[in-house]
């Protein structure tokens, strides 16, 4: 069984934040997410349709571990929603005020 | 002659300025150069007394070549200034809002 490593809220680090989001393929993800109403799957929420899959998968992996995002399996769909509400508990407004200056 | 690289203040990007903030210890330079009102030569703003100098040197580079700090020489001094102005041109709201949420 896969297991997805998901910190609490109050291990959420700013340098951690910063860090998973720090790559503009992984603000494009966060923002894709972040737009949309339903969870998403990992392939639905690729920053470009050409991007190998274990590179796609990296990504998420990074913005799990940082808590950006949270995973959860449905059949063998990998699920993804982000964690607004723990990281506005966290980092108030961080999140908003990062991805309001990502490009297009 | 050294010469310090500083990008122009259009070419400093959103994944530059996280990617050098996302370590504890140069967001510690960050805020304490803020906080001063006279520029600060690298040992004066260093996060801990006893950082090496080269990794100390490594920080501030990394800094200036992301955009958020001068470094000026006076004499044989370093001086150091964040970019306060560009970076709020650049990402209005950005740099404050990351600086608010580092601990202590």
Redesign the interface.
Known sequence: MTRFVHPATEDIT???V??A????NR?KIVQGLIGQKEVMNCAAAAPCPDMAKSTLSNHFRVLREAGLIRTTKKGVEHQNTVREADLNAR?P??LK??L????G
């Open positions: 700013l340098s951690g910063l860090s989001l720090a790559d503009p603000l980092f407004g961080l005020t990062i309001k200056h990502v490009d």
